[in-house]
Each structure stands twice: as structure tokens, then as C-alpha cells.
Nanobody, 114 residues
Framework: QVQLQESGPGLVKPSQTLSLTCTVS??????????WSWIRQPPGKGLEWMGA???????YYSPSLKSRTSISRDTSKNQFTLQLSSVTPEDTAVYYC??????WGQGTQVTVSS
């Protein structure tokens, strides 16, 4: 069974870079033909797809976030990461990693505040 776990700081200061790691167990992030995604939900708002990294290593980003989003992976650790630069309080949200379309992590709260 595939399990995903988000990890990283719960508090980030404005203008800093938000970095989160998703650790995957029960399945390989290189297995054909899955995509591994980051999704977030700000308080009181809906889910927002941020981007994904494919089994091949190819990346895809939401146009609204592309300029400051980077997704990468470490296949030896079966992990993929999210970096969101120049954060503001509007980036405060619960951040999820998932395998499209079937598995999700439990989410992790990230607050952007000074």
C-alpha cells in the first residue's frame, strides 16, 4: 500500500523559501506511469494544484505559481520535494503531496508569518 508523508517547517517567514519533502513508501516514484503532485488549501479556500513530477522526472507547474515553484526528487530516498520561493502570508495553507489520482498524504500546515 502506498503511503505519503509530508515533512518540513510549519512556520516560514515572509520572503523566505518554503521547502517541503514528501516521503513515499509502498511504491516507487519512478514506477511507470505515475505522477507525483503537490496540492495546497489555504484557509477558507479550495484546493489548488501546484505542480507535479512524473515517473520520468519531468516537471509540470501551475501557471500562477510556476515562476516561484520548483519540484525535484531524490530517487535513492524515494522522496520528492517542493520549494516555493518569496512566500507571503497568502501562501499560508495546508500542503499535501499525492500520487495522481489515488493516494494522498495527511497534509501539513504551513504558516507564513513574521
Amino acid at each position: 500500500q502506498v503511503q505519503l508523508q509530508e515533512s518540513g517547517p510549519g512556520l516560514v517567514k515572509p520572503s523566505q523559501t518554503l521547502s517541503l519533502t514528501c516521503t513515499v513508501s509502498g511504491g516507487s516514484i519512478t514506477t511507470n506511469y505515475y505522477y507525483w503532485s503537490w496540492i495546497r488549501q489555504p484557509p477558507g479556500k479550495g484546493l489548488e494544484w501546484m505542480g507535479a513530477i512524473a515517473y520520468s522526472g519531468s516537471t509540470y507547474y501551475s501557471p500562477s505559481l510556476k515562476s516561484r515553484t520548483s519540484i525535484s526528487r531524490d530517487t535513492s530516498k524515494n522522496q520528492f520535494t517542493l520549494q516555493l520561493s518569496s512566500v507571503t502570508p497568502e501562501d499560508t495553507a495546508v500542503y499535501y503531496c499525492g500520487r495522481f489520482r489515488d493516494y494522498w498524504g495527511q497534509g501539513t500546515q504551513v504558516t507564513v508569518s513574521s
